[in-house]
């Protein structure tokens, strides 16, 4: 089967730093993606990692460990406006994509 | 990127009726994905839409509950059939912006409540 684990939910202060991981197993791996969906709106496209390492994206990053199964999201300086749900992805056979659950961002001022 | 407009944003239905929801894309796009969303929770994936082929649909889905239209290549339709109370969730249409990368257009969903 499919599974992709991340926290549900995840509480940092605005000006601070968060990681929020994902660990994976697929049935095929083509490259983990992260998502971003504030309450009523739909998922949005954040980053994507198909080799070892670390990408950047002004201020988030993503990074992943194939040998490990592993990613993570790194959003810094974060803002109010961060607050939202966080879902890691997997392209898998066939050019789908499956889901993580969903980490929850709570952004205290 | 890619502009998806669904049809309708929400609806309530009774149980036992069917619900058909409309996806338009503004440009023409080989696959077309349908996702489940309930409240707070993951998106699942329900089937691939492919033009002139049959739908692909996941585990745990079925073409009776679940018919897809693929039409052309800007547009599908989804039938949730026979409602029930457990069918109540967002339903998403979704087109790949690049498949390498995993980008995934999103329409803004349809808010099923079955009652």
């Known amino acids: 089967g499919q599974s992709l684990e991340q926290p549900s939910e995840v509480t940092a202060v605005e000006g601070a730093i968060v990681q929020i991981n994902c660990t994976y197993q697929?049935?095929?791996?083509?490259?983990l993606s992260w998502y971003q969906q504030h309450d009523g709106g739909a998922p949005t496209f954040l980053s994507y990692n198909g080799l070892d390492g670390l990408e950047e994206t002004g201020r988030f990053s993503s990074f992943l460990s194939r040998s490990d199964s592993y990613g993570y999201l790194l959003l810094q300086e974060l803002q109010m406006k961060d607050s939202a749900s966080y879902f890691c992805a997997v392209r898998v056979r066939d050019d789908k994509i499956i889901f993580g659950k969903g980490t929850r961002l709570h952004i205290l001022p | 990127s890619a502009v998806i407009s669904q049809k309708p944003s929400r609806d309530i239905c009774q149980r036992g009726t069917s619900l058909t929801i409309q996806c338009q894309v503004d440009?023409?796009?080989?696959?077309m994905f349908w996702y489940r969303q309930q409240p707070g929770q993951s998106l699942t994936l329900i089937a691939t839409a492919n033009q002139g082929s049959e739908a692909t649909y996941e585990s745990g889905f079925v073409i009776d509950k679940f018919p897809i239209s693929r039409p052309n290549l800007t547009f599908s339709t989804l039938t949730v059939s026979n409602l029930s109370p457990e069918d109540s969730s967002i339903y998403l249409c979704?087109?790949?912006?690049?498949?390498?990368?995993?980008?995934?257009?999103f329409g803004e969903g349809s808010r099923l409540t079955v009652l």
């Open positions: 440009s023409q796009v080989t696959m």
């Open positions: 979704s087109v790949a912006g690049n498949i390498n990368t995993g980008e995934l257009f």
């Open positions: 697929t049935s095929g791996f083509y490259g």
